[in-house]
Nanobody, 127 residues
Framework: QVQLVESGGGSVQPGGSLRLSCEASGLSSGIIFGRYNMNWYRQAPGKERELVAR????????TYADAVKGRFAVSRDNEKNTVYLEANSLKLEDTAVYFC????????????????WGQGTQVTVSS
């Protein structure tokens, strides 16, 4: 089973930026990172986990939650088995633990559900 490790979290003031990374390792023989649809979620204290951004296997398709649209950007480097979340113009309400997630493994037009999670990285926005 793939292991996901997030990094890049920290404390910033409103309006600041952070770049989160999620590196995958432990891929079994024949498993290709570039075939995973990847997601970023976040969970604020006392709130449910919510989807922040999603990126397809090749990066051609990217979707965002309304709350972060225009401020956050998801990208990936399949050569490095890594997905990124560039968080700009951060607001107080962006404070949360951010999680990387594998949603699906796709072979051609067929995708198979997966549900792998990283341990999360804390993002704190405060003045």
């Amino acid at each position: 089973q793939v292991q996901l490790v997030e990094s890049g979290g920290g404390s910033v003031q409103p309006g600041g930026s952070l770049r989160l990374s999620c590196e995958a390792s432990g891929l079994s023989s024949g498993i290709i990172f570039g075939r995973y649809n990847m997601n970023w979620y976040r969970q604020a204290p006392g709130k449910e986990r919510e989807l922040v951004a999603r990126i397809s296997t090749t990066g051609d398709s990217r979707t965002y939650a309304d709350a972060v649209k225009g401020r956050f950007a998801v990208s990936r480097d399949n050569e490095k088995n890594t997905v990124y979340l560039e968080a700009n113009s951060l607001k107080l309400e962006d404070t949360a633990v951010y999680f990387c997630n594998v949603g699906q493994y796709c072979v051609g037009a067929t995708c198979y559900d997966r549900d792998y999670w990283g341990q999360g990285t804390q993002v704190t926005v405060s003045s």
